[in-house]
């Protein structure tokens, strides 16, 4: 079966610090796709970062980078420098191949504190 | 940007009332999704589409059905609702054609109360 594991269910991280949420996955495919989630407290689900399991290069967005870790099927999600705005509950996601489902982790709610 | 409606944010029924939710997209996606979000639980999929009147079951479909009559529009019903039906429900959408990476994109949550 094909899993999200995300073994912090809660975290804090102090303002302008960095902290880094993990997630690993199963899967026997080799071909996959890899997205991280933020919810912010009573607002909209939006896309953070994405990886393509092909590529060897971790993916950067701005204040948000992740490592992919292929062979340990690892993909953490780091924050630099945290602003109070990061304060959401952060999810982990992967797809394989042609499959149009997500399998979703159940979550790790992140506090940013002032 | 791709913008994702749903109907309600907030909706209070009775126990055995037929319930409706409703979604659009206005980015011309092929596949729609419902989730319910609990604590502690995560999204859990209902049904999803992946084209006009074509539809697949998620995990957790008991209880539940859905409506793709147009592509931009999909519809959660609860034939008969009751209180365990009480959750916040998630409507999202993604492209297809665009490749496998493709997101998907949420809309901002019904936060349906069964009494």
């Known amino acids: 079966a094909q899993t999200v594991t995300q073994s912090q269910p809660e975290m804090s991280v102090q303002e302008a610090e960095t902290v880094t949420l993990s997630c690993t996955y199963d899967?026997?495919?080799?071909?996959?796709?890899l997205f991280w989630y933020k919810q912010p407290p009573s607002r909209q689900m939006i896309l953070v970062i994405r990886?393509?399991?092909?590529k060897q290069q971790n993916a950067t967005e701005n204040r948000f980078s992740v490592n992919f870790q292929k062979a340990a099927k690892s993909f953490s999600l780091k924050i630099s420098d945290s602003q109070l705005g990061d304060t959401a509950m952060y999810f982990c996601a992967f797809r394989t191949g042609n499959n149009r489902k997500l399998i979703w982790g159940l979550g790790t709610s992140l506090a940013v504190n002032p | 940007d791709v913008k994702v409606t749903q109907s309600s944010r907030y909706l209070v029924k009775r126990t055995g009332e037929k319930v409706f939710l409703e979604c659009v997209q206005d980015?011309?996606?092929?596949?729609m999704f419902w989730y319910r979000q609990d604590p502690g639980l995560g999204l859990r999929l209902i049904y999803f589409?992946?084209?006009?009147?074509?539809?697949e079951k998620g995990d957790i479909p008991e209880g539940y059905s859905v409506s793709r009559e147009k592509k931009e529009r999909f519809s959660l019903i609860l034939e008969s609702a009751s209180t365990n039906q009480t959750s916040m429900y998630l409507c999202a959408s993604s492209l297809w054609t665009g490749g496998f990476n493709q997101p998907q994109h949420f809309g901002d949550g019904t936060r349906l109360s069964i009494l």
């Open positions: 990886q393509e399991a092909y």
């Open positions: 980015m011309d996606h092929e596949n």
């Open positions: 899967t026997s495919e080799s071909n996959y796709y």
């Open positions: 589409s992946y084209d006009v009147k074509m539809k």
